[in-house]
């Protein structure tokens, strides 16, 4: 009962201060699990759930705004699919050091991007109309790629790909923020779908933590979009990315010495 708890207030938190910073609660409910007795499988599977709920719940907001480009969209949840069948793959043969010292990497490459987001939005000013998206080919395929990569990161360690998703299309196809995080969540409906039913079909999720964990973080995910709109959201920013990166340090040292709890 008492893991419940904490996982409801952990992932209170994560999608609190998540939506603020514009990150998915899966970055913070990925290394709580990780500490709990469950193996990288069950890890990925669990946190999924929560990341397809907030996905949903998120994208309908978005398309309320009229924000999310679908042709976009759709086109990278077909390339993030394929990647998400090997993301599957790989959990199933890590060991929990491996998965805990890999987190700990993309743990440190999210605190490092949400420091340097302010200048990559200020150097790429995009077009919130979203209407010229395949106007440059190649720039297009090489964010198919990385899409691709994106959803074997996301099935692996059960996290959004909106550190990868986000950044490419402000710089590859020039979006604005607002739509490049509408059309990442977008995306993340069918990433995280085909991962969660993948990990079914093998019986790895944890119901019941995945439920708790979902409830919490869209809770904190709908009162921190409140929040956003009358405190400081920078200076949250800021704090939240020193927080990451101290949990990175500790979740890549307990990764590399094989420290078990």
Do not use: H
């Not at 699919?81 to 990497?105: A, C, D, K």
């Not at 550190?163 to 995080?181: D, E, G, N, Q, W």
């Not at 993340?188 to 708790?212: E, K």
């Not at 400081?232 to 990451?244: E, G």
């Amino acid at each position: 009962m008492i893991e419940f708890i904490l996982a409801f207030i952990v992932s209170l938190f994560a999608g609190l201060v998540g939506s603020m910073v514009g990150v998915g609660g899966g970055i913070i409910n990925g290394p709580f699990l990780s500490y709990l007795d469950y193996i990288p499988s069950q890890i990925s599977s669990t946190s999924l759930l929560a990341v397809m709920s907030t996905s949903v719940s998120s994208s309908a907001q978005y398309v309320r705004k009229r924000l999310v480009n679908y042709k976009t969209g759709l086109a990278l949840a077909c390339s993030s699919i394929p990647g998400t069948v090997i993301g599957v793959q790989l959990s199933n043969f890590m060991s929990i050091e491996q998965f805990r010292y890999y987190f700990g990497i993309i743990l440190a490459t999210t605190a490092i991007y949400l420091i340097l987001r302010k200048n990559l939005i200020n150097s790429r000013k995009g077009d919130e109309s979203i209407t010229r998206v395949f106007d440059n080919k190649l720039k297009f395929t090489i964010f198919v790629i990385l899409s691709f990569f994106a959803g074997i990161i996301s099935s692996s360690f059960g996290v959004g790909g909106g550190i990868i998703y986000v950044p490419c299309l402000v710089i590859l196809m020039r979006f604005s923020m607002k739509a490049s995080t509408a059309t990442s969540q977008f995306v993340l409906i069918f990433t995280s779908l085909s991962g969660v039913i993948l990990f079914a079909l093998q019986g790895w999720p944890d119901y019941q933590m995945g439920i708790v964990l979902s409830i919490g973080s869209l809770i904190g995910g709908t009162a921190g979009s409140l929040l956003a709109l009358r405190v400081d959201s920078s200076k949250i920013l800021i704090l939240f990315s020193l927080v990451l990166l101290v949990v990175s340090v500790k979740v890549f040292y307990d990764g590399f010495f094989g420290f078990r709890t």
